[in-house]
């Protein structure tokens, strides 16, 4: 069965939390643009245009954009990223 994730706003407008339904990581994880990371879900995510950077822990991951990005244009592509890394 794949993971389903809820989206949770945050204080931060530049960063959305998706609530994964199990865990689906191994501790923590958090990268940004430009670091060398192992993660295949790290590595989709950063990937994505306005992507800034990323942090995670088991169950949840906090995607943050960039100032000048549209979360209407990034979650698309972002739910993509989760569904096929998570």
Excluded: C, H, Y
Aim: no cysteine; charged share 25%; proline share 6%.
């Amino acid at each position: 069965m794949a993971i389903e994730f809820s989206i949770q706003p945050t204080p931060n407008p530049n960063a959305i939390k998706f609530d994964g339904s199990e865990k689906f990581l191994e501790g923590r994880l958090s990268a940004r643009v430009g670091d060398d990371s192992d993660s295949p879900l790290a590595k989709a995510l950063l990937s994505i245009d306005g992507v800034e950077s990323i942090f995670g822990f088991e169950n949840f991951i906090t995607v943050n954009k960039t100032n000048d990005s549209d979360w209407n244009d990034l979650m698309p592509e972002i739910q993509k990223a989760l569904e096929e890394n998570a």
